[in-house]
C-alpha cells in the first residue's frame, strides 16, 4: 500500500469521525424539539470556516478534503435549522 494511499485513507477516516461526532447533538436536537442549549453564533462561524475550508479544498482539488468539508457542511447546516425551527417553535407556543 503506498503512502499517498494511507494517508487519504487517514484523511477521509478523519473527516467521517469529525462528521459523525455532530449526530448525537442533532438527533438530541430533534428529538427533544429543544435548541436552548446550542449557540447560533458558535454554529455560524463554524460555518462560516467550514465555507472558506470548502472552497479551498476545491480550489486545491483535494478529494479528502471535498469530502469531509461537505459532510462537515451539511451537519452544521442542518444543526442551524433546527436551531432556527426549535427556537422559533418554543416562542410560538408562548
Known sequence: M???LIFETLGTTGSIVVCVSAIP???KTYRTKSA???SILYLGILMFGMTL???YSVYVKDFVFIFGNTLSVSSTGILIVLCFKYKN???KRR
Open 2 to 4: 503506498s503512502t499517498k
Open 25 to 27: 447533538q442533532i438527533l
Open 36 to 38: 436552548d442549549d446550542l
Open 53 to 55: 475550508l470548502q472552497l
Open 89 to 91: 417553535h418554543k416562542l
